[in-house]
């Protein structure tokens, strides 16, 4: 273990994006399977991530290794954040009607079942008119 210890020292380690790539290498190890055999030169594709994923883990150049996990961090909260935002909007539809601010397209909710309405964007403050 004290070997390990000291064989590690000074290099990377694993991160987030070191587990993404390993879990898509072993996705794309399982869609391989189901591939006619004379594809059978695709599974290279699938160890490219592993090989990366081992390349990120014992690397020595610690800032370029951060910052690379850090754009990955920002893409994947955004990506949860727009599974997150659309999965509310369609929980929700029920109960309110969702538009668009033409003037600056910030999104607006307003209940339904009110009739026809003037609807004033809290942002720009521009009105327009929408049935709810």
């Known amino acids: 273990m004290d070997r390990l210890r000291r064989f590690m ?7 987030e994006l070191s587990k993404a790539l390993l879990v898509l290498s072993f996705i ?10 004379y594809l059978g030169i695709l599974v290279v594709f699938a160890y490219v991530p592993a ?6 883990i014992f690397s020595r150049n610690i800032y370029k290794r ?28 029920k109960n309110f009607k969702y538009y668009t601010c033409s003037n600056c397209k910030q999104r607006l909710r307003v209940p339904r079942g009110k009739g026809k309405m003037s609807i004033t964007c809290p ?10």
Do not use: Q
Not at 9 to 14: D, Q, S
Not at 31 to 37: A, I, Q, S, Y
């Open 66 to 93: 951060r910052s690379e996990n850090y754009k990955y961090l920002k893409i994947k909260s955004k990506v949860i954040m727009w599974f997150e935002n659309n999965l509310n909007r369609i929980k929700t539809l």
């Open 123 to 132: 942002k720009c403050k521009s009105s327009f008119k929408g049935k709810s």
């Open 28 to 37: 794309l190890l399982l869609v391989m399977n189901f591939l006619p055999r």
């Open 51 to 56: 090989l990366i994923c081992i390349f990120r």
């Open 9 to 15: 020292f000074g290099r990377y380690g694993g991160d």
